[in-house]
């Protein structure tokens, strides 16, 4: 059973960017949730992807996009980079059908703005 | 928003002790899970306990859950350095739902 992958590890970007990360959910599982965790905070929802549907979005702007793919993998994409957006982003994967309620997470994406 | 709130903010103790986590939460919830951060990296989930469940144990793990108190605590017992992590609590509000996080407990282990 493979687990989650998020890529790349590390990404320097310049504000006004776009960015695309990349999450590989575990096998068998067919939710994505995307977490922002600002430096020294708890991760905060961004949204979620159910079988290649938005499921649920948290508080973030429009310019936060995301897809989810047949195979259950998924891409964040943030446009007009800000200097704000300078966090680590968590990727997560689930199984809505099973009742299994636990997350399993990437390692994340460690982004900075400059 | 962060519906849990983890206290204290910062433990620190020596190998060997227990240390022990709280989180209070403002909603109500269909479970609470625990995770654990080592140094900025992704979380691991450590226990989900449901809504009608008072105590779980998982190894050197204890957790419970007051739902009339809206709180929960995490103990780990006879600690090691290698539990040197942040520690937080997750709340489900429905089953499956997006989970929301406190902003979590640092805790060192002193050799």
């Known amino acids: 059973e493979t687990g989650v992958t998020q890529s790349p590890t590390h990404l320097i970007k310049t504000r006004g960017q776009q960015v695309t990360l990349r999450c590989s959910s575990q096998?068998?599982?067919?939710?994505v949730s995307w977490y922002q965790q600002a430096l020294g905070q708890g991760p905060q929802f961004i949204f979620q992807?159910?079988?290649?549907?938005?499921?649920g979005r948290g508080n973030f702007p429009p310019r936060f996009s995301g897809l989810q793919f047949p195979n259950y993998s998924s891409e964040l994409n943030v446009n007009a980079l800000e200097l704000d957006d300078s966090a680590l982003y968590l990727c997560?994967?689930?199984?809505?059908?099973?009742?299994?309620?636990?997350?399993?997470f990437g390692s994340g994406t460690r982004l900075t703005v400059v | 928003s962060q519906q849990g709130e983890e206290d204290p903010q910062a433990l620190s103790i020596q190998e060997g002790e227990n240390a022990t986590m709280n989180c209070s939460y403002k909603t109500s919830i269909n479970n609470l899970q625990w995770y654990r951060q080592n140094s900025g990296r992704g979380l691991v989930h450590l226990i989900l306990?449901?809504?009608?469940?008072r105590e779980k144990h998982s190894g050197r793990l204890r957790v419970t859950l007051d739902t009339s108190k809206k709180s929960s605590s995490l103990l780990i017992t006879a600690s090691r350095a290698a539990d040197t992590a942040s520690y937080f609590c997750a709340t489900d509000p429905s089953g499956n739902t997006p989970l929301v996080f406190g902003k979590g407990t640092r805790l060192s282990v002193i050799a």
């Open positions: 306990i449901r809504s009608n469940e």
């Open positions: 992807y159910y079988r290649e549907e938005e499921n």
């Open positions: 997560a994967s689930s199984s809505l059908d099973r009742g299994d309620y636990g997350y399993t």
């Open positions: 096998s068998g599982h067919n939710t």
